[in-house]
């Protein structure tokens, strides 16, 4: 998958933070990678509750427009006494932006079927990488807003994260305390089921490029350790860091015995034709075919003539749950294409039969308040809006999606991401149970 990143420096992103009151913008909508047009901006944009649009000129202008509405597209005016439109000039970062408020009595915005309409600037305008500019509503001076350069070399809109962003109950309750943890681990631990010549359950974790899926299983094996390891290859790239197809077992303690469950890491998923991790491939490691260290190659599936090649795989060679993962970061940028991939696997594991679960990673980098504190993850509007959206985009159950976070940066472990990555895994091995009952 192709990283769409935000075009703000840091430095830029704290400012507009500043004058917006909030904690972190959040990337929705990109017009260079989404498209210029208004059914893309909406695709990505609606019903994210405040929304800061950015456009950007060859003059260095960056400017704008925040709403604290959801568009909706009702084709109807409205007042916000939140909304302004902002300006300020990168080449110039050290004076004070531009805010303008519309005047009394005048309509803030306009929710049509078109770019972001604030009467005084209509972005995307025409269709095209252009801004509609006539100071009416909003009164301002046009070479101060943008430099009278209506050309645009980007344009961007993101969520406005603030701190008033809880549901007033948790839509999931968890129990966040020490005595938790260690029943989870100890559920874990002494798991079993009705099919005795399978030890373990054996878990393949897909997902696109970047969304955390060794970064999982070293979380995981740091729990039992006691301490933050690092085993699989973690990092960020454009292409997948994963080249081989690992098997990963996790042990109870330094010397502890094993944990009822093998974590399966495979290439990850991107856009590309001949790149990523192929369709072929997924169903020879769902059928158990594929050998652990297997090394991928993209523009040829592995074949049965390969030393590679399990030929009579047992039930324990066999994948028992399929897990999708998924950054919540980026739950809105995913490309129509990357979501036809992995429809297109979801319908392959569909027909074998195999339990499927979405683990929805970087809750926190998602969303300011469960950075804050990750014990409100459940009373996060957005991770909710995420869980939804990732639901209806995979048709899967939202029961089916778990969030988790992922020791990424921490040197010390944390009970509360424990709690939330070991909930991950019992939910795991309740899927498995349901492959063996099935069988």
């Not at 856009?271 to 050998?291: V, Y």
């Not at 003539?305 to 324990?316: C, I, K």
């Not at 027909?351 to 679960?357: E, I, N, T």
């Not at 089916?400 to 795991?428: G, R």
Request: proline fraction near 4%; charged fraction near 20%; include cysteine.
């Amino acid at each position: 998958m192709s990283v769409v990143t935000s075009r703000l420096s840091r430095q830029q992103e704290q400012k507009l933070c500043s004058m917006l009151g909030c904690n972190r913008l959040s990337l929705l909508f990109k017009a260079s990678v989404h498209g210029y047009t208004g059914n893309a901006f909406h695709q990505k944009c609606d019903r994210q509750g405040p929304t800061v649009t950015v456009a950007y000129n060859n003059s260095g202008y960056i400017f704008g427009a925040y709403t604290s509405r959801d568009y909706a597209q009702t084709n109807q005016n409205f007042t916000d006494d939140k909304a302004f439109l902002f300006s300020f000039n990168e080449r110039e970062m050290k004076k004070d932006p531009l805010r303008v408020v519309s005047g009394a009595g005048q309509h803030s915005l306009y929710d049509g079927t078109g770019g972001p309409y604030f009467h005084s600037l209509v972005f995307l305008y025409n269709e095209a990488a252009t801004v509609y500019s006539n100071p009416g509503n909003y009164p301002f001076d046009p070479t101060e807003m943008h430099g009278n350069d209506l050309q645009l070399v980007e344009c961007e809109v993101y969520r406005v994260e603030g701190s008033g962003s809880f549901m007033e109950k948790p839509w999931r309750n968890v129990l966040w305390n020490f005595e938790r943890r260690k029943a989870l681990m100890d559920m874990i631990t002494g798991w079993t089921h009705g099919v005795s010549s399978v030890k373990q359950a054996r878990v393949l974790l897909v997902g696109p490029v970047g969304a955390g899926k060794s970064s999982f299983f070293n979380s995981i094996n740091s729990v039992f350790k006691g301490y933050v390891s690092s085993q699989a290859n973690t990092g960020c790239a454009g292409t997948s860091l994963t080249t081989q197809f690992r098997t990963y077992s996790v042990k109870a303690g330094k010397e502890g015995k094993l944990l009822p469950i093998t974590v399966c890491d495979c290439m990850g998923l991107e856009e590309g034709l001949n790149a990523g991790l192929d369709i072929e491939d997924f169903t020879s490691i769902l059928r158990g075919h594929m050998q652990d260290k297997y090394r991928f190659n993209p523009s040829m599936p592995l074949q049965p003539e390969s030393n590679s090649f399990l030929r009579e795989p047992s039930m324990t060679d066999r994948i028992h749950t399929v897990v999708y993962v998924i950054d919540a970061c980026k739950v809105k940028l995913l490309s129509d294409r990357m979501i036809e991939k992995l429809v297109a696997i979801r319908r392959k594991a569909n027909q074998m039969g195999v339990p499927q679960l979405v683990l929805l990673t970087k809750v926190d980098e998602a969303c300011s308040s469960v950075a804050a504190d990750l014990k409100t993850v459940y009373q996060s509007l957005y991770i909710h809006k995420m869980v939804q959206e990732i639901s209806a985009d995979l048709g899967v159950s939202m029961s089916a999606v778990v969030p988790v976070k992922n020791y990424s940066q921490e040197l010390e472990l944390d009970p509360q991401t424990d709690i939330l990555l070991l909930n991950a895994v019992i939910q795991m091995l309740r899927a498995t149970e349901s492959f063996f009952d099935d069988l």
